[in-house]
């Protein structure tokens, strides 16, 4: 929690405009040159808002994703949903015209987010019905249900790959680009659509927190405990990949996040869920708000996509830890 | 009172895996399911469990036809321990608290830290009780999860082959806890077991399995050397020692 509080005072700070520190002070409280009050307010404090929303939200998918489908490798992207919203994204941008890039003096925007956003988070909900009405009426098991929306995720894949293929350079750039996880999209309209699913899903998974404690017993055990296994997997997998699909609709693609999230936390704090959902929720948001600040740094006056910065930060740490993990894990 | 009635199942309609089975286990009963692997003994728990609906006949619990049962409702008659103890990532007092689970609903009360206090006394499980279960050996994962379906409360306790993967001071222990479950605490236990032994020396009654079928229905009194050898297809010598009877393999 407190390197939560020191990452988002310093986030305030730290940007590409060459804002002063001083200056930074003067714009939160609304004294001095109007563009820092803008840059603070409509720029960097929605960006900040928003790692730390799209962190919760990818953490705690992950963490739910991996015990309902009994598998440490399970995360946010599983169902296919992340590639599902690349290919509805591509399709509004491609084929329907949603989003010619432009570029104002360095700054590249989609012209019709919206429009794309929607066509994202459609194709991720459509996937996420798709693999688990499959799993409910063919009565799959949690392991086969998770191999069916690799299998899916491979499949819209390669429909979004034809599809890129005969597009033309502006449209190709500018699907390229949107799938580049970024949280310099965020808004404080764009905020309020994920925070209120996420807040929502992070009360329901807390609260159910015993009965996802049940499910490490087996699924004899946790049935035997009053649990009803299908509902329970269902919901807790359509909440889950709901908070994936909106996040990759709102921000393109930030990887790793929801694997290493509940993978840290686990051999932190252990699996007893009303603990490890909040420390998970907690890890995501300070280490997307830490790779957001890096994004913005690291090249001195260029902001890269945090997507990328995630996950070139995130899969060294991730086989460390599969080198590292305890017997127990295995 | 779990009635097992005519009960016939099978995966595809061509091959039963269990036939027309009756049986009945009374209130304060130790039964056990007695045959070699693949007889249908973890398939009649199942259905017990209403993990599998039989192709014919009725699986009564407390006369309650458990097809109507919900899971809600059958957590509150009938508690399982498993035959493979997964380690949980959770402390010994954590998983044993989840047996309380069908009664505190969403977040433990007193009364739900008060049984877990009673049962780590009872079970002697207060020196482990902070331990990670992917640290305890086989034979206290094994006291762990009797702990936490004892806990659950239930009239009935089933049990899948609790001693199979133990040494012998654990499957001793794990008899013994067993028989004050059901001698001391009144509860009803079924259980399916290979030791033979064990069996003798645990049931009020034996359901003697073969072929898919119920061979016999005996106790430990009554059972015969060519019981046995029916089922099993080996031959034995049943001797009584301190009015104990023990199975002697040739």
């Known amino acids: 929690m407190a390197a939560l509080i020191i990452l988002f005072i310093a986030s305030i700070f730290i940007g590409t405009s060459g804002m002063s520190f001083l200056d930074g002070l003067k714009a939160l409280f609304r004294i001095g040159d109007e563009t820092n009050i803008i840059i603070i307010y409509n720029i960097r404090l929605p960006r900040i808002l928003a790692a730390i929303i799209a962190g919760i939200a990818l953490a705690i998918s992950g963490t739910i994703m991996q015990t309902v489908s009994n598998n440490d490798m399970a995360s946010p992207s599983t169902l296919g949903v992340s590639n599902a919203a690349v290919l509805g994204a591509n399709i509004a941008i491609i084929i329907l015209g949603g989003g010619i890039i432009s570029s104002h003096g360095g700054i590249v925007d989609i012209s019709n987010p919206y429009v794309v956003a929607i066509f994202a988070f459609g194709f991720a909900l459509l996937a996420t019905l798709l693999v688990l009405g499959l799993a409910h009426f063919k009565k799959f098991r949690p392991s086969t249900t998770i191999l069916i929306g690799v299998a899916m995720g491979t499949f819209f894949t390669g429909l979004t790959t034809i599809i890129q293929y005969f597009a033309n350079d502006t449209t190709l750039s500018s699907a390229i680009y949107w799938s580049f996880g970024d949280l310099g999209r965020a808004s404080y309209d764009t905020l309020l659509i994920l925070l209120i699913p996420t807040a929502l899903s992070l009360i329901f998974f807390v609260i159910f927190s015993y009965r996802y404690n049940a499910l490490l017993l087996g699924d004899d055990s946790a049935k035997t405990l009053g649990i009803n296994l299908k509902l329970f997997r269902f919901i807790s997998l359509l909440l889950a990949s709901m908070l994936c699909g909106l996040t990759v609709s709102l921000f393109g693609i930030i990887g790793f996040i929801g694997l290493l999230a509940p993978q840290i936390m686990k051999r932190l704090v252990g699996n007893d869920h009303k603990i490890l959902i909040i420390t998970s929720a907690l890890f995501g948001a300070v280490v997307l708000l830490l790779c957001d600040i890096l994004a913005k740094t690291i090249l001195g006056g260029l902001s890269l996509p945090v997507g990328a910065i995630t996950s070139i930060i995130g899969a060294p740490i991730f086989i460390v830890i599969l080198l590292t993990r305890g017997k127990k894990h295995d | ?250």
């Open chain 2, 1 to 250: 009172m779990i009635e097992f009635k005519n009960v016939t199942f099978s995966y595809d309609k061509k091959k039963n895996v269990i036939k027309d089975v009756t049986f009945t286990l009374n209130d304060g009963e130790c039964a056990i399911l007695l045959g070699p692997n693949g007889v249908g003994k973890t398939t009649i728990l199942r259905c017990i469990l209403g993990e599998l609906k039989p192709t014919s006949g009725t699986v009564l619990i407390n006369n309650k036809d458990n097809k109507g049962l919900k899971n809600k409702d059958l957590s509150k008659a009938i508690s399982f321990v498993p035959q493979n103890i997964n380690g949980t990532d959770l402390t010994v007092s954590e998983t044993i608290l989840l047996g309380r689970l069908p009664s505190f609903d969403l977040f433990p009360k007193r009364e739900d830290y008060i049984a877990l206090n009673d049962v780590l006394n009872e079970f002697s499980l207060n020196e482990i009780k902070d331990k990670n279960t992917f640290e305890i050996s086989g034979g206290e994962k094994q006291k762990v999860a009797i702990a936490r379906a004892y806990i659950q409360n239930t009239s009935t306790i089933i049990f899948d082959e609790p001693t199979s993967n133990l040494d012998i001071k654990a499957q001793v222990m794990i008899a013994s806890l067993i028989k004050k479950i059901t001698k001391e605490n009144k509860r009803s236990t079924l259980i399916s077991m290979h030791d033979i032994n064990l069996a003798l020396s645990l049931a009020d009654k034996l359901i003697l399995l073969k072929d898919e079928q119920i061979y016999k229905i005996t106790t430990p009194k009554e059972i015969t050397s060519e019981d046995l050898e029916t089922i099993y297809g080996i031959k034995t010598t049943i001797k009584e020692i301190d009015g104990r009877k023990v199975v002697i393999y040739e």
